[in-house]
């Protein structure tokens, strides 16, 4: 059994939010499309209360994004909703910093739950979230690959992007074009 991890395809993670990833809502068709195919479709969303440890304003390295029950941290509006199957909401505790959607959440007892033993990961953003999602999954003993297609890096440095997959890769996660 496959699913479709779609990390982080929030308002303030694509052009015009908070923590703006270049191109980030470029990866909302490929998205759809993933997930029409796949037979089990869980969505993450980063879901910081106010104040998040994780914010400049609290010494983190990031400006305030995706606060919960704000706009920014609503799903990109062009996500055809109706075919995800469910919503991990990850970055609640305010002391960690919540990248991978497995950290404090119910994410492998739910696809335990529903056989699944291989993931396709897309979403945002491929050298951060998108990273500790599928090195997670990786470690919970899933069979995981990435598509690049339907992913987008920050790269703070540039060249992230490439260290990301090197990682990935490494670990044993699959990264395709
Ligand atoms: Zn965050």
């Not at 990390?7 to 191109?23: E, R, S, T, W």
């Not at 119910?106 to 953003?125: K, P, T, W």
Request: with cysteine.
């Amino acid at each position: 059994m496959r699913a479709l991890i779609v990390v982080d395809v929030q308002n303030d993670f694509c052009p015009g939010g908070a923590l703006a990833v270049p191109d980030g809502d470029a990866v909302v068709e490929a998205v759809n499309r993933m997930a029409s195919d796949a037979p089990f479709v869980v969505a993450t969303r980063d879901w910081h209360p106010p104040g998040h440890g994780s914010f400049a304003e609290q010494g983190g390295p990031w400006p305030a994004h995706c606060v919960q029950g704000t706009p920014g941290a609503e799903l990109h509006p062009g996500i055809d909703a109706t075919q995800i199957d469910a919503i991990v909401d990850k970055g609640q505790a305010a002391e960690t910093e919540g990248y991978s959607g497995f950290e404090g959440t119910e994410l492998e007892r739910l696809l335990r739950e529903h056989g699944v033993d291989a993931v396709d990961i897309a979403g945002l953003a491929l050298d951060y979230c998108v990273k500790a999602t599928a090195l997670d999954a990786k470690r919970a003993g899933l069979d995981v690959t990435v598509h690049r297609d339907a992913t987008r890096a920050v790269e703070v440095s540039p060249g992230d992007a490439e260290r990301a997959v090197e990682e990935l890769r490494a670990a044993g996660v699959e990264v395709v074009d």
